[in-house]
């Protein structure tokens, strides 16, 4: 229930003036502002840096070695420009990864499946896949990653999901995408959209830092 709540000039703000001021937020959130998705982008930084700081602080700038695959036709085929692979790439920085490369792949099991592979081979830490994780015939992420998993780390799968629907990240809550351990190297698929990829690294970042943490203890 919204609480009634004073307006600057002293009059009390009712329940149904306080409906109509939500209706109107919602409608102008419909129109999404470039700059918004600016300020959102910058925002993400901002808290992936501040909730990693400590996991960054005692062991150097840096918590250990990353890769970005991101999951599109169109960006791997040459189609339309990367601006995922950029993003994440810059919130893993901002967490205190390295980011050893970014690839693009197209929806397809056995190119995603190599890509991953790929990754953990060379001995990375951690490997972000972006897209590929919904319900369409060529969201096969999932499918591609589930057996290159050694252990399923279900509470970093529902915390992507949780928190993407708290965030108002509809692909970021209904994504199928999975998160586990395969040899030395942590595991996560997130949702496309740059909501998802924003919120989906907030709760990745700080969760990392303690999985790479208990596997380099093996």
Known sequence: ?????RSPQGSTLTDDDASNVIDLIALEASEVDPADVVAADAAAREFVARHTSEAAGTAGDEIGRALV?????????GEVADSLGPLVGE?????????DATLAVSGDEIEIRNALNTA?????????SV???????????????EPLLDRRLR???????????AAGATDGGLSRGLAGISGQTLVVNIAESRAAVRDGMA?????????IESISEF
């Open 69 to 77: 695959v991101v999951v599109d036709d169109q960006i791997a085929h």
């Open 155 to 165: 509470g970093i799968e529902e915390a992507v999901r949780s928190s993407g629907l």
């Open 120 to 128: 953990v081979i060379g001995g990375v830490d951690l490997v972000v």
């Open 203 to 211: 709760t990745v970042a700080p969760l990392a830092k303690h999985v």
């Open 131 to 145: 897209g590929g994780v919904g319900v369409g015939a060529r969201d096969v992420a999932p499918e591609a990653t």
């Open 1 to 5: 229930m919204i609480e009634s709540s």
């Open 91 to 99: 919130l893993l920085n901002e967490a205190g990864f390295h980011v």
